[in-house]
Structure formats: structure tokens, C-alpha cells
């Protein structure tokens, strides 16, 4: 990974693990840190962790990325932080966001969990932040282990140990269950166990999620976040859909990456196989989405040569990619690489008739933070829509099943998301 971004870089057991060291290292509690409501509300929840008070920024809706100019002038003279999302492997518009941060003498954070293999501006996704985290259980495909990476070298020790402060010691039958997990789920898989699997979990009370947003608790969140800075309080939401986020890992896991990183160019080139073939359907882009000059913010600043844009693809059709001259608008490689949101009239329909051809969706994050959270526990953005609209309608499948994925949204007649006129980013 050092030589991927260029950077110093330290192996964490999880993303979600080195982002609150990074937040707690730069941030003093009680700051504010700009992000995305569309995310994973797991990071939602480490930022309340490290003390800080998340402000849910405006999104374009074209691809869910920071839309930077309608967050408003008071909002960005009170922030503390900037934490970009890259969602899906779609970059954020960090060079802008890089300035305006520097501008302003406030650190930018990477959450490039979706983006190994992502570039803007002509870097890697990563290479922008002050420090920036990734997730080796995507791309990877580790089930485990995350990479934080920090712009100055000298500081990779002291954050080395801080994390060393705040890892816990292993567990050997943490290390048993994640050594049979791969072998569980495929057989689960292979005799069609998912629904009975799920049942027993349930019965179990080890069903921490029934639907796409973990149970909010607000009476436990606040007594949590009272205490907060510190992880053992917000354990019970930190900690969902991976509780080994904080344990030292073991040889047997350190292994598994390294096999997961030997392969991840070879994954990498096919997820931008897949990704071509999704961004040249009908369900990619609304046309609506264009602004009165016939084309997005993302577009323009593409053309600028900062943040993300999207074009017209490579002999396929649209495609979406990064600004300076790297993007799927100009011949450059396609983006985003973990998942492809298509947008489509109704999207739990989708989800179904890609469901019937075993083809299961994840990553869904709807409702957005601010709707799901409420006012008590952040900032609700000052222009919801674009964030409401993408979420509801975004249908994240992943470019290695691009062909079946395809096939079955032609066989259900899925119709492409019509968004309203009024919804446009702010700089189209």
C-alpha cells in the first residue's frame, strides 16, 4: 500500500479502527467534522466516538459525492475537519476539498474503504487527506485488516503507537472463527441455507441489523456519547458486522491479506470490465441531473481538471470517472471499482428481481444520516434532497456480476430514476 499512495502506512485490524485513531490524533473533542448522510452509519457512530459532532454536508445527485459549494459559508467556518466518503469507489472532489481545507487550516480525512483503485486529480484516492483509511475486506476480500496512511511520514510512529495503545489482545477462538467463516458461508451458499442461517441468528439475538440502518438506541447512544472520547462505550454500534475491529491480528489473518493484496490487481482489472459494461445502460445516469448548460457539477469539475465527473465512457457509452484528464469522461480508467450505483424508479423491486438470480445487494445506506439520526446527534444538511433522492434511488451491484446484473434488470423491466427538475448540483 506504501507504494501504491506513496505514503507512509501502518496495518490496523479495521477502517473503522484507524479513522478514529486518525480523528482522535487530529481532532480535539467536541470539533466538527463535514461528511457524507450517505454512508455507513458505522463511521456515523466512530465519529461520536472520537468525541466529535458530525455536520452532514449536501451531496450532488448524480453520484453522491460532496457537492462543496452548497455547504454554506458559516458551516465551513465552524467545521474541524473535512471526511470524504468516496462512495462506492466514486471519488469525493478532493483536490477542492484539499484547498478549501488548507484554506481554512483544518485537517481533510480519506475514508477510501470503496476506493482502492480509485484516482481524481490525477493521484490515488488517499493521496489528498492528511491521513486517509482503507479496507482490506473489500477489494481485498481479507474479511479483515485496514491500511492507515498519513501525508507526513513523521508521524507514522507516533499513530503506529496510538493504535498499539488501543488494539486489544487476540483471541484464538476469534482467530478459529475467522479462519472456518469463508468455508461457513460458501457451504451456507452452496446447500441454500441463507433464509435458515439467517433465521437461526435471529433466534440466537446475533441479528444486529434487520434492516439497511442498525437500531439507532437513542437513550444508550447518549449516555454513550457523554462519556465520549473512547471506543468501549460506543462498542455496541461500533462494532457491528465486524466485532473484531480492534483485536491484534493473528498470522493466520495476516496471510489472507497478503494473499487477498497479491491478487488485487487481477480484481481490480475485472471489476473495470464490469464497471464499463454498468455505466453504458440506461439506468446510470438521469439525464434530468444536467444542469441548464447540459451537464453536471461533477462534469464541470472534471473538466477543470479537480473532483469527479462524469463522461461519456470509452466504446461503451457513459462513463464515470475522475477529473485531470484520468476519468471515464476522458478515455482514462473507469470508476467507480466496489460497487456501480445504478438508479433505478424502484429500487426494493430491484433488489428482488436481482435477488430471484442470486445476485444479493448490499451497501445500502437509506435513510441518510441526518433523517436517521435526527438533530440530537448531528447536524442535518442545509439541502437534503440530493442526498434523499440518491439514496433511495441508487442501486449498488457489483461490476463483477455486471453481466447478470444487466440481464435481470432487463427481464424485471426496471425503469431508470427520474429525478425532479429542481434537482440539479449546485454547480450545474
Sequence with gaps: MRGR???????????????????????????????????????FFVVLAAGLRPVQAPLDPADGSIDIDAVPAEVWGSLTAVLTTNLY??????????ARCDALGIPLFEDAAHAI?????????????????????????????????????????????????????RRMTAEVAYAVRPYAEAA????????????????????ERE?????????????????APGLDAHDPWVRVDMHDYRLRAGRFRLRRVRRGLDRLDDVLAGCRAGTELLLSTRWARPAVLRGPAGRSAAEADAEAGTGTGIGT??????????????GGGTGGVAQPLFRVPLLVADR??????LARRGIVVGYLYDPPLDDYAGAAFTDPSPSPEGARWFARHALPVDPLRARAVVAALEESAARPAEAPEGLVPSGG
Design 89 to 98: 469507489g466514486n471519488p469525493d472532489p478532493a483536490p477542492r476539498l484539499r
Design 117 to 169: 483503485g480509485s484516482e481524481v486529480g490525477g493521484r490515488p484516492v488517499g493521496a489528498w487527506g492528511d491521513a486517509s483509511v482503507f479496507s482490506l475486506s473489500k477489494h481485498v476480500g481479507a474479511k479483515a485488516g485496514g491500511i492507515l496512511a498519513v501525508a507526513d511520514p513523521g508521524l507514522r510512529d507516533t499513530l503506529e503507537k496510538t493504535c498499539d495503545d488501543l488494539l486489544l489482545p
Design 211 to 227: 434492516g439497511i440502518r442498525m437500531p439507532l438506541r437513542a437513550r444508550e447512544l447518549a449516555r454513550a456519547a457523554a462519556s
Design 5 to 43: 499512495l506513496g505514503r507512509e502506512c501502518v496495518y490496523v485490524p479495521s477502517c473503522r479502527f484507524g479513522l478514529y485513531a486518525a480523528l482522535r490524533h487530529w481532532c480535539p473533542p467536541g470539533g466538527r467534522v463535514l461528511m457524507s448522510p450517505v454512508n455507513d452509519d458505522v463511521i
Design 313 to 326: 465512457g470509452t466504446g461503451t457509452g457513459t462513463g464515470m470517472g475522475t477529473g485531470g484528464g484520468t
Design 348 to 353: 426494493d423491486a430491484a433488489v428482488r428481481a
Design 188 to 207: 451456507v451458499r452452496g446447500l441454500r441455507l441463507r433464509r435458515t442461517a439467517r433465521a437461526t441468528m435471529r433466534l440466537l439475538g446475533l441479528m
